[in-house]
């Protein structure tokens, strides 16, 4: 059964502090990964999307990186900001139209 | 300008009515879809349609009906509204159905079933 897993369900930080979020997966056969950022009363944005030939992809302050042998992503928030308070989504599609959703992290960045 | 829209952004209705969300994009694209994200913010796909046909039926009670009238529009019926109904539901449009294409979300629509 395809899985994605995040961790930490939730993490508080103060404002210019770095973090990592991670995300586990099974599912198989594998496309692609990407984070979401979704703000509260929002829909999820696209932050950034990898492939198989990926390891890492940066989007400003945001850096996501892939691990295809060990079916791992890690997003890393450098010099966090208050508007860096989300949810943060790992999706991973594989081999159908159908994305696998993981519940997400919360974080929120304390001044 | 709103690339993705919903209607109603809040939905609040008794039990056993029926009820509509209607939702529309301007950005072109093929492909449209709906989620329902629960009240622990886990995102669930229920809907997908490429060019007005259904690609993607996740399981979902028969009481929810899709309809596409044109690529554009993706409208999500919903009849004899349950308690359990009650969560936010998401409208989204990609270019067109392959995963690689980024899913552009709507701002959601908040039902309430009481």
């Known amino acids: 059964k395809n899985q994605v897993e995040q961790s930490p369900q939730s993490l508080i930080i103060l404002e210019g502090k770095n973090c990592t979020l991670q995300c586990n997966y099974t599912v198989s056969p594998f496309s692609n990964l990407r984070w979401y950022k979704q703000d509260t009363g929002r829909g999820p944005v696209s932050l950034t999307i990898m492939t198989f030939s990926e390891n890492t992809k940066s989007n400003g302050r945001y850096t996501a990186t892939l691990d295809a042998d060990t079916k791992q992503s890690s997003l890393h928030i450098t010099a966090s900001q208050l508007s860096d308070s989300a949810s943060y989504i790992c999706v991973v599609s594989g081999g159908s139209y159908i994305p696998t959703f993981g519940r997400g992290t919360s974080l929120i960045v304390h001044p | 300008d709103t690339a993705v829209s919903q209607t109603p952004k809040y939905l609040v209705t008794q039990m056993g009515n029926d009820k509509s969300i209607k939702c529309e994009q301007n950005?072109?694209?093929?492909?449209m879809y709906w989620y329902k994200q629960d009240s622990k913010k886990f995102l669930k796909i229920m809907f997908s349609?490429?060019?007005?046909?259904?690609?993607i039926n996740e399981t979902v009670p028969n009481r929810f009906s899709p309809k596409s009238p044109d690529k554009a529009h993706l409208n999500l019926h919903i009849n004899s509204l349950e308690l359990g109904d009650s969560a936010v539901y998401f409208c989204?449009?990609?270019?067109?159905?392959?995963?690689?294409?980024?899913?552009?979300f709507g701002p959601g629509t908040r039902l309430t079933v009481l």
């Open positions: 989204a449009s990609s270019s067109d159905a392959r995963s690689y294409n980024e899913q552009f």
């Open positions: 349609y490429n060019n007005k046909e259904l690609i």
């Open positions: 950005l072109g694209h093929d492909t």
